[in-house]
DNA sequence: TCTATATATTGCAATATTACGATTAATTAA
DNA sequence: TTAATTAATCGTAATATTGCAATATATAGA
């Protein structure tokens, strides 16, 4: 009933489906390449430049944030926003760990 | 409102979202893990196996075809389904670009 | 043909997500 | 203190997702 069953799943599967989740969305992935390339902080820059009201990007920042991959602090008036290593690197190999389980193609359909 | 604003972001972004957001739930993960590992066709072993209703499982099977991640042919009765090799490689590049593009902390939060 | 088996589709209820205006909270500068 | 600036939160509307029972469809075998 509208509702993901968590319980009948493994813990990795869960994490791994919340942490694509989180990324699943053209403005967080625009959000995130941003700080990639900026390599460095992005306060308040961001709105504005995405086209995105400041309420949509603050909550976009905060489920990027509640997923652990970003980080924030604040800088006087404005909050200063970039990836989180550790978690970016995790995501990484937690990432590439999936998606090496496949062994090539088997002929078979 | 309640709908994503594809049209403020690029091709690229909005591709990788789709890719992603059908990567982003448990069921998908453990049904791909499934096709991984036996590196072969899964037909409706599926049901029965995950704990979901036969058709919620054929919901996400859809779903992972949709996005080209899977393919199936039918077999007999029964329908064969396995991962798509060169969609996958592709999801594997382009994930990987993505992912790469952060180069490493720069002190700054 | 009739029956059994396997999968897809439909319709629906419960819940989650997306977006934004309005408001609030916190800090800086005057 | 007051005003300005910035970001978070609240409330709400629109839409999407998840899950399942019921039903439909398709094939194989008797």
Redesign the pocket.
Known sequence: ?????TEIFTEEQNQLATLL?AL??P?RIAILQRMMVANTCI??DL?GELG?????I??????LKNAGLIQ?T?E????CYCIHPENWKKLEQHLNGFLKEFKGPVSCC
Chains 1, 2 share one sequence.
């Open positions: 009933m509208g509702v993901t069953k989740k699943a969305h403005a306060c308040g709105v995105l009201a400041q309420a949509t603050s909550q976009h920042l905060k489920e924030g604040i006087g008036v404005s909050v």
